[in-house]
C-alpha cells in the first residue's frame, strides 16, 4: 500500500520532493522517483508484499516502461507464471512488477487481467504515453489537475496543491452537492479544477492532451434459469475464494468486526483458513444499542483474539487532523470512530479485511426493504390514494409511535416525518435517482435555497453517469440504485473514508465483498434470492448458516451509528460549534446565510436526526475551508 503522485512538467526534484513530503504516512517505509524530460514519477511506499525487493519505481527488462502503483494484486502469482511462459523476466517477487511485463504483452488492456484494487500510474517511455488506471470499484483513490496542458496527479490532493500553479480555490458549484450527500460525488471535488478519475476509468496524456474512458461496468447476465442452490453454491465459492485472496501477506493482518452478518462471514472465512486466532477489532459507543457485546460473542464462537475500544469523546478534537487526512470533508460523524477505530487496530495489525459492500450488492440496506413496500403500495393502491393515504396517517402518528419503524438509536425528529411525507406525496413520479437521494441526502433542495448564498451552475448533475435501466419493475429499480451507489455512494464515501483513515495511521484495508467478480455476479443474481420476503442479505446468511450459529446469522441488525446527539455538552465538540460556525466566519465566508446556521444550532438542542447530520455536515465544511482554503 502506497501513495503516489507525478506530473508532466519538466524535471523539478523540489516538487517531487514536496510531494513525498505531504503523504509519508501512505507510506513510511520508503521512497522512489523517476524523472527525464516528459515526465516525473514518486512514491511513498508502505511494504505489504516482497518488503526486502519490490522498492518503486519499477521498469520492464528495457527500462522503457516505468510504473508506480498503490494497491494490491490478488492474482498476481497467476498472472506472473503466465508472463514468465511467454519469456518475461522477473527481478522482484513484488505484484507490481506484472504490470509493466502485462502492459508489454497486452497493452493497457491488460488491465482487464487484475483482480484487485490499484492506483496506477504506467509510463510508455517510448511512446511517451502516460496511463492512470483506477480499479473497478474504486477502492484506492486518484485525483488530477489538468491546466494549461499540464498533468498534475496523486493519491491525494494535498499532493496536487504543493505546485505553485495550483491554487486551493472553492469549486462553488460542488457545494450544493456535498451538502446534499456530504460527499462530492465523481469526478468532481470541492476544489477548483482538481478532479478525481472515476472507478473503472482509465486517463491517457499523449502530446499534452488527456483522453479518458471507461473500462469496466457491471453487465447484467441472465441467471432467469437458475436457482437458488446453484446460486448459493456459485456464490459460496467466489466469496470464499474473495476473502482467502485478500489474506496474502507479509505483515500482521486482521479484521474489524462488528455485529453484521457480513463481516462475521468474512472473520468466519478467514478464522478457518489461518492457523492462529484472527485479531478483530470492534469500537462501540456504550449505548443500549451498541453493537460491541453482540460482535464479541461472535469473536468468541469463532476462536478470535477479541480488542474492545470504546469511542472517546475528546477525539472530536482531532477534527481539524482527520480532515486533513480527507483532502475534502466528508460530512458524516462516522469518519471520527473510524478514525479511533483504526488507529487502535494499527498498534497490532498493518492488514485489515473489513465488510463493506454487501449492503449495496445484497440489499441490506433499511431503506431497500422500505422501497420495496412503497413498489408494492404504489402498484396495489389505487392512485388517487397514492399521495394522500400515507401521507396523511404519518401526519396522523405521533413521534413516539413513529420511532418505532425507525431503526436508529435516536428520535427521527420533525425533519424527519417531514421528509417522509414529501416522499410519500412524491412517490408516482420517483425514480431511482429520486428513491436513493431521499433515503440518503440531509439538506434537501428546499433546504439550499434557504442556505446557500451562491449559486451553482450543476446542482442537477447528481448520479448522471449511470447506465440506467427502464424502471418498469422492482428488479431494475434495485439494478439503477447499485449504479448511483458505485458511481459515488462507495467510492467517494465508505471507500475513501476507509482509506483515507487507515492510511492515516499507516494501515491498509481490504474489501472481499468488492472483489469484481463477486460484485458482476450479484449484479445478476434475482431479487428474491438477495431480499427474500423482508430478510436482507439472504443468500450470504444462507451461505453462513453452514459456519455459524442460527443466533448470529439471523440476529437483529445494528447500524454503525455515532450518536452525535449525545455529545452535545461535550466540551470539545461546544469548542467547535463555537469556533467554525460563528456569525463572523460564517458572514465574512459569504457562502452560507447564517441566520439558518443559528436555526439549525438552536434545533440541535432538541436531538433531532437530521438536524445532527446538517450540523456535523456544515462544521466538517468550514473545518476543511480553514485548513485548506484559508
Not at 334 to 346: D, R
Not at 451 to 458: C, D, G, R, V
Request: a positive charge; glycine letters at 4%; aromatic letters at 14%.
Amino acid at each position: 500500500m502506497c501513495g503516489i503522485f507525478g506530473y508532466t512538467y519538466p524535471k523539478s526534484d523540489i516538487y517531487l520532493r514536496r510531494m513525498a513530503d505531504t503523504i509519508i504516512h501512505r507510506g513510511p517505509d520508503e521512497e522512489g522517483f523517476y524523472s527525464d524530460e516528459n515526465i516525473n514519477l514518486g512514491i511513498r511506499r508502505l511494504s505489504i508484499i516482497d518488503i526486502k525487493s519490490g522498492q518503486q519505481p519499477i521498469y520492464n527488462e528495457k527500462k522503457n516502461i516505468i510504473t508506480v502503483y498503490n494497491g494490491e494484486i490478488y492474482n498476481y502469482l497467476i498472472l506472473k507464471d503466465e508472463l514468465l511462459k511467454k519469456g518475461h523476466i522477473f527481478r522482484t517477487n513484488c505484484d507490481t512488477e506484472v504490470i509493466v511485463h502485462l502492459y508489454e504483452e497486452y497493452g493497457i488492456d491488460f488491465v482487464n487481467k487484475l483482480n484487485g484494487m490499484f492506483a496506477i500510474a504506467l509510463y510508455d517511455k517510448n511512446e511517451k504515453i502516460l496511463y492512470l488506471i483506477r480499479d473497478r470499484i474504486g477502492i484506492k483513490p486518484l485525483y488530477y489537475n489538468y491546466f494549461q496542458n499540464k498533468l498534475i496527479f496523486g493519491s491525494e490532493i494535498k499532493t496536487i496543491l504543493v505546485h505553485q500553479d495550483v491554487k486551493a480555490n472553492v469549486n462553488i458549484d460542488s457545494i450544493p452537492a456535498y451538502l446534499t450527500l456530504r460527499y462530492v460525488p465523481t469526478p468532481y471535488t470541492l476544489f477548483d479544477n482538481i478532479l478525481k478519475l472515476p472507478a473503472g476509468n482509465i486517463l491517457r496524456w499523449k502530446k499534452n492532451e488527456i483522453k479518458i474512458w471507461q473500462y469496466w461496468s457491471p453487465l447484467r447476465q441472465d441467471f432467469k434459469n437458475k436457482s437458488f442452490d446453484e446460486c448459493l453454491f456459485e456464490f459460496g465459492n467466489l466469496f470464499e475464494d474473495s476473502v482467502k485472496i485478500r489474506m496474502m501477506s507479509e505483515v500482521p493482518l486482521g479484521a474489524y468486526l462488528s455485529a453484521g452478518i457480513d463481516s462475521n462471514a468474512v472473520v468466519s472465512v478467514m478464522s478457518r483458513n489461518s492457523n492462529k486466532p484472527i485479531e478483530v477489532f470492534t469500537i462501540g459507543f456504550g449505548g443500549k444499542q451498541d453493537e460491541i457485546n453482540d460482535a464479541e460473542i461472535s469473536a468468541k464462537y469463532m476462536n478470535c483474539n477479541f480488542n474492545r475500544i470504546i469511542f472517546d469523546a475528546s477525539y472530536f478534537s482531532k477534527l481539524e487532523e482527520i480532515i486533513w487526512h480527507f483532502d475534502e470533508p466528508v460530512g458524516d460523524a462516522h469518519i471520527i470512530p473510524t478514525y479511533m477505530l483504526a488507529g487502535a487496530a494499527a498498534k497490532k495489525l498493518t492488514v485489515i479485511l473489513i465488510g463493506e459492500g454487501s449492503d449495496e450488492s445484497l440489499l441490506g440496506y433499511p431503506f431497500h426493504k422500505i422501497i420495496k413496500l412503497l413498489y408494492f403500495y404504489k402498484k396495489f393502491i389505487p392512485k388517487f390514494l397514492n399521495k394522500t393515504l400515507a401521507a396523511n396517517i404519518i401526519e396522523m402518528m405521533p413521534l413516539t409511535v413513529l420511532n418505532l419503524f425507525f431503526k436508529m438509536p435516536t428520535s427521527l425528529g420533525n425533519k424527519g416525518k417531514q421528509k417522509i411525507k414529501n416522499i410519500v406525496r412524491k412517490l408516482d413520479n420517483a425514480s431511482s435517482k429520486d428513491l436513493f437521494l431521499f433515503f440518503t441526502s440531509v439538506f434537501e433542495e428546499c433546504d439550499l435555497k434557504d442556505l446557500i448564498l451562491q449559486s451553482s451552475k450543476n446542482k442537477d448533475a447528481l448520479f448522471n453517469n449511470f447506465n440506467k435501466y427502464d424502471e418498469n419493475n422492482l428488479s431494475n429499480i434495485f439494478n439503477n440504485i447499485f449504479q448511483i451507489q458505485l458511481s459515488g455512494w462507495l467510492q467517494d464515501n465508505i471507500l475513501l473514508r476507509h482509506d483515507k483513515m487507515s492510511m492515516a495511521h499507516s494501515t491498509e484495508i481490504r474489501v472481499p465483498f468488492l472483489d469484481y467478480r463477486l460484485v458482476e455476479y450479484l449484479y445478476s443474481v434475482p431479487i428474491k434470492y438477495k431480499l427474500h420476503g423482508l430478510t436482507d442479505k439472504y443468500l450470504l446468511r444462507k451461505y453462513a448458516e453452514k459456519f455459524l450459529p442460527k443466533k448470529i446469522v439471523y440476529r437483529p441488525k445494528k447500524p454503525f451509528f455515532m450518536p452525535l446527539e449525545n455529545f452535545l455538552d461535550n466540551i470539545y465538540f461546544e469548542k467547535l460549534i463555537k469556533e467554525y460556525l460563528n456569525e463572523s466566519t460564517i458572514k465574512k465566508q459569504g457562502y452560507f446565510n447564517y441566520d439558518y446556521i443559528k436555526q439549525l444550532i438552536g434545533l440541535f438542542k432538541e436531538k433531532d436526526f437530521l438536524v445532527a447530520k446538517e450540523i456535523f455536515a456544515l462544521l466538517a465544511f468550514e473545518v476543511w475551508h480553514k485548513k485548506f482554503i484559508e
